[in-house]
């Protein structure tokens, strides 16, 4: 059989896989390279992200590039996350192998319509519809320099969504998802293809736990915002013990859990992240916009007992069946009280097993590799 090889250029250095679209891009490499694919990997570096030489395991090489800060970069009809992510080496680089190019993200896009690449079979694989994604950060931040920037954000990527007609596979990670993207693209081919989170096993621990844990990256606008309106709306009055954790929380967040007496556990690591996630009775997993696929959920769901959310985490996901479901503060209140009487039993972890394994992380690099490499 012939030597399968291909491109992926990321908005980001995708090691550690330490939050939500890094997570992907690092555990479909890991995926590939292990059912035989020759990863090459090209991404963009900025200050916060080292190289990892854990990259150089999984990849067949792995160039970076700068990626291009500053008002200069900002003041463009092409959005910031895009015209920041380009290169004229990584344009070289790409025709030097002329295998297919997956885009990680719009992000890593300033290529697609390249002429140069005109006849490669180009993927585009979506995380977010970025101007919807930018809209609902511009409602949840409450600094106004910060909100006229997604404001704007939100308008440029709108309008440049339209370079995606120029991809020959669209692979979207959630159903809502493909369904708009199939409209607003007829003539691509959009396949749904959940993301790649690096569970292979449900840790779930039967029983009971004492607390009811929310986590997420809290310096992200939405995610303070559903952290803050949990603490205020759901928790206030209430006997039961609430923790939130994640990265980088605000001083405002920090205020608002000490007046609230709520647990907040600042930047845990993976492993101590785990652990709270396993050791709560339940995680309650909510947000204000329904955009991409909410990893934390899939992490909840392989490692936690008890998922409550609202129908905006769920987002076509296929998961609904595996979480309690409430979109009024009456409805999870009533909720967490009911499930905090509830152990999390043999039977519930049997039949979470059983409907994970219907999505296993080798049926994903499968399918994935049946798009990009059709008839190999």
């Known amino acids: 059989m012939p030597e399968k090889a291909l491109h992926i250029v990321s908005f980001d250095i995708p090691y550690p896989p330490n939050y939500g679209g890094v997570i992907d891009v690092y555990y479909t490499i890991k995926e590939l390279h292990r059912m035989g694919i020759k990863v090459h990997l090209h991404c963009f570096e900025y200050p916060g992200r080292d190289r ?30 895009v015209n920041s992510r380009k290169s004229d080496d990584l344009l070289q680089n790409l025709l030097k192998r002329p295998c297919p190019v997956m885009f990680e993200g719009l992000h890593s896009c300033f290529y697609l319509a390249h002429p140069a690449l005109k006849n490669r079979f180009k993927i585009y694989r979506e995380s977010n519809i970025e101007h919807h994604y930018y809209f609902h950060l511009f409602l949840s931040d409450k600094r106004l320099t910060r909100k006229l920037y997604y404001l704007a954000a939100s308008l440029k990527l709108y309008m440049y ?39 292979n096993k449900v840790e779930c621990l039967t029983g009971s736990g004492d607390y009811v844990l929310y986590h997420g990256n809290l310096e992200i606008p939405e995610n303070e915002r559903a952290a803050i309106f949990l603490i205020r709306k759901v928790f206030s009055g209430s006997d039961i013990p609430f923790t939130v954790a994640g990265m980088k929380p605000t001083r405002r967040l920090a205020k608002i859990c000490r007046a609230y007496n709520v647990r907040l556990i600042e930047n845990p690591g993976s492993a101590e992240m785990d652990e709270l996630i396993r050791q709560a009775h339940l995680n309650l997993l909510y947000t204000f916009q329904d955009t991409g696929l909410k990893l934390k959920l899939i992490n909840a769901l392989y490692k936690g007992r008890h998922c409550v959310s609202n129908s905006k985490m769920l987002n076509g996901s296929d998961l609904d069946h595996l979480c309690h479901i409430s979109d009024t503060v009456a409805g999870l209140k009533n909720t967490v009280k009911q499930l905090m009487k509830s152990p999390f039993t043999e039977d519930m972890l049997t039949y979470r097993r059983r409907e994970l394994k219907k999505r296993s992380e080798q049926k994903n690099a499968e399918r994935l590799i049946q798009l990009i490499f059709p008839g190999d």
Do not use: W
Request: proline content about 6%.
């Open 52 to 81: 990892k030489k854990e990259l150089e395991e999984v990849c067949e090489s792995v160039i970076y590039y700068p990626r291009l800060l500053g008002l200069k970069y900002a003041l463009s009809y092409k959005p910031y996350i």
């Open 161 to 199: 969504q339209r370079i995606l007609k120029h991809a020959g596979l669209m692979i979207v990670v959630s159903k809502k998802d493909t369904d708009y993207l199939r409209k607003n693209f007829p003539g691509i081919r959009v396949e749904y293809l959940p993301s790649f989170h690096g569970n």
